[in-house]
């Protein structure tokens, strides 16, 4: 993960928490609470990939496990926050662009689905039986329905961020799986085959032609 998008990921991801805690947190809606910070994981995800991804949204889930009135584990939210950004990091769409809204909002789907059930397996393992009391399935319903009316509005702003001011200026055309000067490594090449095309052995043969 690049130096450059370390800020850029802090920033998002505390205004994330803050909305989530201060705002949406107190709204007291049916079912589920509207997940910004998922639909921060899942737009750093999509630009940043499954390692950018997994690691963002560890740092992500780990504070909201500590911001207060957290009421759960340490780590529960980490741990699935963090599955979910290297899931989406997986779909990532090529150069980090989405191509269309309903790819992104499929994503969105798939991760509210997800992360609710397994914060609700989790939360079973470890004791936390408060879903059973609201309803796994109204839970589910809920956070899918609350994430995609955000989705349109949070994930494209959270990518547009990432794109824009996550990019390091040390490095060239550096690439997640490539490692860093591979791009610079490629034009090289395509430059040196283009030189040495079939007009410029032509000239060469000729240039040979002509010495005595």
């Known amino acids: 993960m690049r130096l450059a998008r370390i800020p850029v990921s802090a920033i998002l991801i505390l205004l994330g928490l803050l909305l989530q ?17 998922l639909l921060v994981v899942v737009g750093l995800a999509l630009v940043y990939g499954p390692t950018g991804g997994c690691l963002v949204g560890f740092a992500a889930g780990l504070l909201a496990d500590l911001a207060p009135p957290s009421d759960h584990a340490i780590g529960r939210y980490a741990l699935v926050l963090c599955l979910m950004g290297y899931a989406a ?7 980090g662009r989405q191509r269309s809204v309903s790819s992104a909002l499929l994503v969105v789907a798939g991760a509210a689905v997800a992360s609710t059930l397994l914060y609700a397996m989790v939360g079973a393992l470890v004791g936390d039986t408060a879903a059973r009391h609201v309803g796994l399935g109204q839970l589910v319903v ?5 994430d995609l009316l955000l989705a349109p509005f949070v994930v494209p702003a959270v990518m547009l961020v990432a794109r824009r001011f996550g990019k390091d200026p ?7 799986e490539g490692g860093p000067g591979l791009g610079s490594l490629t034009r090289y090449r395509t430059t040196r085959e283009a030189t040495a095309g079939p007009g410029y052995r032509k000239k060469r043969l000729l240039g040979a032609g002509k010495r005595p």
Do not use: K, N
Not at 142 to 146: D, I, K, R, S, V
Not at 170 to 176: G, H, N, Q, T, Y
């Open 142 to 146: 809920t956070a899918l329905l609350y």
């Open 89 to 95: 990091g997986l779909l990532r769409p090529e150069h």
């Open 21 to 37: 805690v201060s705002v949406f947190g107190r709204l007291q809606l049916p079912g589920a609470t509207p997940d910004i910070l």
């Open 170 to 176: 040390l490095s060239v055309a550096e690439d997640d």
